[in-house]
């Protein structure tokens, strides 16, 4: 291909995936309640959006749901990985078939399963309702095979010769599990959390269905904005949504791009 | 002769224990209990109605399979070049495009798709431009109709999973030694051959993650066919929606669960034919995790 023709494909693709963003972001401004013709420049639907007390309730919720979810996701991933790594061949391989199914299910299946569930033992019980617990243990479960398949290469990849020389040297094992392994394996730790965190935040299937009327998250809040009439705050939030995600973006590229010269120089020195 | 039992809870099972609750609790039980609503009417006796029952949304089934069939084709189609060219750009500049790929995906996928409701409209931003240039070549302009087709479907699709398509792609091409294309074009390939033989046969397993990736949440959508299909199509997701939350008179667990069983069928047949094709790799979505 030559090199024009590279250029205008991929300015083609990338016009094609933010074309929709750019809309929403010059919407935003809107001087009126309209999403075709734009007059005038105003930040009167910010100003809505800070007001509306459903949306930054929500946007609180989806934070405590994502937050929790991912750090007991972690946990218990982790320590499963470690296990699962030690487990012969054929274990292993169950362990995962099972752990791949909510990856690998349509997640209005994974949904639904779980709401079905949460209805039968609601009915059997009498005690619970659908809303705040529901919500995190679907995404807890949906969340512990990510974590579990971002641990379980880098334990493979490690040198086991490091922790039986903590054990010869008197180190007990949990003492040596702390010390040793959890370093080693630490990225993938933190890699699983950071996916398990995003994909609860921006999770709406699974919510969906198992949330309840009582405790909305905020892709549910905006689910039932495209259910009522249009208002421009929905573009107001998509826009700072999107602000916050570039900025938080850069920050990390950013720091790759540093931790790589780092290296870099330290290989040179 | 005693034989030493191994003690059920050594340290190695006590690690996994929570795990393996978990999963049986809110994966393996919830999967049981959909087929056991299927088989199942709401007495709880045997029956085999609910799977006789759902034969009338043939059509539907079908048309969710096609629009997901052909957007996954589509995405094949646009992401393979973008993916190509991404990978023999400088490593440095290779990170930002990514990054500049992935960035969308971060935006919830209601609110992209809400967004081409405004461009798509009737009195939309296409329409509307369009319209403008109609009126100055003083043509007359009556306005594509594209909101509420299966168009409009295919076209979300494809906009909200093309993504995923792409990030597999690139990983598996960046993976390619290089030295073998090197090796090819000094005993006189051409380029079209070196693609032939060397870089597309070593990027199976990244257009089968793609395809699945793509497929999967295509074939199983109601919120692209909600919004952007109107009320006209409803795709095998709308209905099962429909039956677990829909108006209560509306709500049929039973048939919702053996509509459900038949999705998750499809998925497994699917990954079955995907997986012939791709016997060397090890796991499902294994270019998932960029």
């Known amino acids: 291909m030559s090199k024009h023709l590279k250029r205008l494909y991929s300015f083609l693709i990338f016009a094609f995936l933010y074309a929709p963003i750019l809309v929403m972001v010059v919407y935003s401004f809107n001087g009126i309640k309209s999403r075709s013709v734009f007059e005038g420049f105003s930040l009167q639907w910010y100003k809505a959006l800070f007001e509306d007390s459903l949306i930054l309730e929500s946007f609180s919720n989806s934070l405590i749901i994502a937050a929790l979810s991912a750090l007991i996701a972690t946990v218990i991933g982790t320590f499963a990985a470690v296990g699962i790594n030690k487990m012969k061949k054929r274990t292993r391989s169950a362990y995962l078939f099972v752990n791949n199914i909510p990856v690998v299910n349509p997640d209005i299946v994974t949904a639904i399963s779980m709401m079905i569930l949460f209805v039968f033992f609601v009915s059997v019980t009498k005690m619970f309702e659908m809303g705040f617990w529901t919500l995190l243990i679907a995404h807890i479960t949906f969340n512990i095979p990510y974590v579990v398949l971002n641990v379980l290469p880098k334990l493979r990849g490690m040198d086991n010769n490091i922790y039986d020389a903590a054990l010869d040297l008197g180190c007990p094992p949990i003492k040596s599990f702390f010390k040793v392994v959890l370093p080693q394996i630490m990225p993938g730790i933190v890699t699983g959390a950071i996916m398990a965190f995003t994909l609860s935040l921006d999770d709406f299937i699974i919510s969906y269905f198992n949330s309840g009327t009582s405790f909305q998250t905020l892709p549910i809040t905006i689910y039932s904005m495209t259910k009522k009439p249009y208002s421009p705050k929905i573009n107001a939030l998509s826009t700072l949504l999107f602000v916050f995600v570039l900025v938080l973006m850069l920050i990390v590229n950013l720091r790759q791009t540093r931790t790589a010269k780092d290296k870099k120089k330290k290989e040179k020195s | ?290």
């Open chain 2, 1 to 290: 002769m005693m034989k030493t039992k191994k003690p059920f809870f050594s340290a190695k099972n006590l690690t996994v224990t929570p795990y393996a609750v978990w999963m049986v609790l809110f994966v393996l039980i919830p999967i049981g209990l959909v087929v056991y609503f299927a088989f199942t009417d709401a007495n709880g006796t045997f029956t085999l109605e609910n799977l006789s029952y759902i034969k009338r949304y043939a059509e539907t089934f079908w048309l969710s399979v096609e629009l997901a069939l052909i957007s996954t084709v589509i995405c094949l189609l646009l992401a393979y070049p973008m993916a190509f060219i991404i990978a023999k750009m400088p490593t440095e500049r290779q990170g930002s495009a990514i990054l500049l790929i992935m960035l969308p995906m971060w935006m919830n996928f209601l609110i992209r798709t809400y967004a081409w409701m405004t461009i798509l409209e009737n009195n939309g931003i296409i329409n509307r431009f369009v319209g403008m240039i109609a009126q100055w070549l003083q043509i007359e302009f009556e306005g594509f109709s594209m909101i509420n087709t299966n168009g409009a479907i295919v076209l979300g699709m494809v906009y909200n999973y093309l993504p995923y398509m792409i990030l597999p792609i690139y990983t598996v091409l960046t993976k390619i030694d290089n030295s073998l294309i090197e090796a090819a074009r000094d005993l006189g390939s051409s380029s079209v051959h070196v693609f032939r033989r060397i870089i597309a046969p070593l990027s199976v397993p990244g257009v089968i993650s793609g395809i699945t990736m793509v497929f999967v949440p295509a074939v199983s959508t109601f919120i692209i066919s909600y919004l952007l299909g109107g009320g006209k199509t409803y795709l095998i997701g709308n209905i099962i929606e429909n039956y677990f939350l829909g108006s209560s008179g509306a709500i049929n667990y039973n048939v919702g669960a053996a509509l459900s069983l038949l999705l998750m069928i499809l998925i497994v047949v699917s990954m079955g034919i995907m997986n012939h094709f791709d016997k060397d790799s090890e796991s499902v979505g294994g270019g998932m995790i960029v």
